[in-house]
């Protein structure tokens, strides 16, 4: 069932774009509702993304009391931009997809009771296992063939995408699909955090000109703490550090992972910080390096005791990946604002569950599997009322080639980091900082409207890349200028307080003119002691 050279145009009820588990539980759901189901990804499912190359904790409470104790305390750190029933379902789910992922034959450990301990999940096992569930699902999975863009039908219905086969020297490919999942991810802007390299913000871009709306994009500025010389972003082994400065002289910092705040803040500052595992009691050192090997591997590589050596940390970039922004969500099936497109995982906004705070960890573990598991089967009861018809394609920026001497990927891609990627650009925000950002880019926008230079055709994803990279730079500035205070992890520091009359989601779109407002959708909060 898998083709890397050989996708013919054709017709599907299902297609969903994407290879990580988001992709992948949309994919199994849409075909146990009895749909056809095609899945196309940049590179190869099962290994490519974040996941796949780290892993995830999970947001898992068995039903009963705890779960709603669980919303309460998420909704008392989130900002009050969180909607309680969301949170319920998201809950309810993954706790059901789990129980499934174990009779698959994840190799859940046990505890000294003998329990499984499902706090977890090895990426590359789970991946593994997801794709070849994929399979035996009946699921066709095209590898390496990375969207380009969606087409409509007249009407402006989503009604499938086109793309490149990299392996056979970028061939064009057309499928059309009753509806579509967007599972691409979020965006990290290339900075070379550990498996974000596909993460370019490309199903943001395809939604928008369709006319999506996006929601959460100031809260996507997002970063994690690595050892300095390595990518792995895992943060959850900060819980048990102690943080020092480049003399060894502590660094004040609050107990477990909010410490990692003040680290930040000194790291955004221009100061060297360390680390020390030395709050771990010694009795889960090993189920540590058993949980997250990877974290674990460069210190060891280096000859470092992270348990009993303080080692440097740098800031790493992970944006809409660890952050909250994403597509806005219209119904409880992750439908978007654009008929016949579905949107699941960092694809998605995280603000329902997250609000105005990271939706990395366990949070967004979580997500993917329930978001996949909504829109996969909300695209294959929407393709079920729909016939094919005849496709639209768009004419949208970077499809096709600009003069010799337009701007190349590379240029382009580099404007946008600088007015992303220092942390005092994003992660310490200011109105003159955004102003300047926003009119640098501006100008970008206009510049490789003609086109980029051109690239061969087993490249012609990548310009693609470059523009969904400023399109979602932009979305990010107008959003951060438009929540004038500090909420969550979007801190301005000429707003440093928090203003009640912004106690709503942000909606953010348009290409060529980039627009906010606020969302007419209010937060629904379980318990009245919430705060902003």
């Given at each position: 069932?898998?083709a ?14 994407g ?28 290994t490519s ?90 699921v ?47 965006t ?9 390299n ?62 990692r ?52 940390l ?18 409880p099936?992750c439908?978007?604002s ?16 997250t ?9 967004n ?92 055709a ?52 348009g ?22």
């Open positions: 069932m898998t890397a050279g050989d996708a013919a145009t054709h017709v599907t009820d299902v297609l969903v774009i290879g990580g588990p988001a992709a992948t539980w949309a994919a199994i759901a849409a075909a146990e509702s009895g749909s056809r189901v095609t899945l196309v990804d940049k590179g190869y499912c099962g993304g974040a996941t796949a190359a780290g892993g995830n904790n999970l947001w898992l409470i068995p039903p009963g009391p705890r779960r709603d104790e669980s919303i309460r305390e998420r909704e008392a750190a989130a900002g009050g931009l969180t909607d309680a029933e969301w949170m319920a379902r998201v809950l309810s789910a993954s706790w059901d997809r789990i129980e499934q992922l174990a009779d698959w034959g994840y190799p859940f450990p046990t505890g000294d009771d003998g329990r499984q301990l499902r706090v977890s999940l090895q990426g590359p096992e789970y991946m593994r296992r997801m794709r070849r569930k994929a399979h035996r699902s009946g066709r999975i095209l590898d390496h063939h990375p969207a380009t863009a969606l087409t409509t039908d007249s009407d402006g219905i989503v009604n499938g995408a086109t793309g490149i086969a990299r392996q056979d020297a970028g061939r064009p490919w057309r499928i059309g699909a009753g509806a579509v999942v967007l599972a691409t991810g979020g990290a802007f290339l900075s070379g955090s550990l498996g974000t596909v993460d370019t913000g490309d199903g943001y871009l395809m939604a928008a000109e369709a006319g999506a709306a996006l929601s959460g994009m100031e809260f996507s500025t997002a970063y994690a703490l690595a050892p300095e010389w390595g990518t792995h972003t895992k943060g959850r082994m900060l819980a048990w550090a102690s943080f020092y400065d480049e003399d060894g002289h502590p660094i004040a910092t609050e107990c477990g992972l909010a410490g705040r003040d680290a930040q803040r000194a790291l955004a500052r221009g100061q060297r910080v360390f680390a020390r595992l030395d709050r771990a009691p010694e009795h889960i050192r090993r189920v540590m390096r058993d949980a997250q090997p990877n974290y674990f591997l460069p210190l060891d590589k280096a000859g470092i005791d992270p348990f009993v050596t303080a080692y440097p740098r800031m790493v970039y992970e944006g809409s990946v660890r952050g909250t922004g994403g597509l806005r969500l219209v119904g099936d439908a978007t654009v008929p016949g497109l579905y949107a699941a995982g960092d694809a998605a906004t995280r603000e329902l569950i609000g105005a705070i990271s939706g990395g960890g366990s949070h573990g979580s997500w993917a599997i329930a978001s996949g598991s909504f829109a996969g089967r909300g695209a294959a009861e929407y393709s079920r009322r729909r016939t094919f018809a005849g496709f639209v394609e768009v004419d949208g920026v970077g499809l096709r080639p600009g003069p010799q001497h337009a701007p190349t990927v590379d240029d382009v891609v580099r404007v946008a980091q600088d007015h992303i990627l220092p942390p005092m650009r994003s992660h310490l925000k200011s109105q003159v900082r955004l102003t300047e950002s926003a009119g640098v880019l501006e100008q970008l926008w206009t510049d490789i409207a003609a086109g980029l230079a051109p690239v061969p087993r490249d012609a994803y990548k310009p693609r890349q470059a523009v969904a990279l400023v399109a979602a730079a932009r979305w990010i500035t107008a959003a951060s200028l438009a929540r004038a205070e500090t909420r969550g992890i979007h801190r301005r520091e000429d707003l440093p307080g928090t203003d009640h009359r912004l106690s709503h989601r942000i909606l953010v779109g290409l060529d003119t980039v627009w906010t407002i606020p969302d007419p959708v209010l937060p629904e909060l379980i318990s009245s002691e919430a705060v902003a």
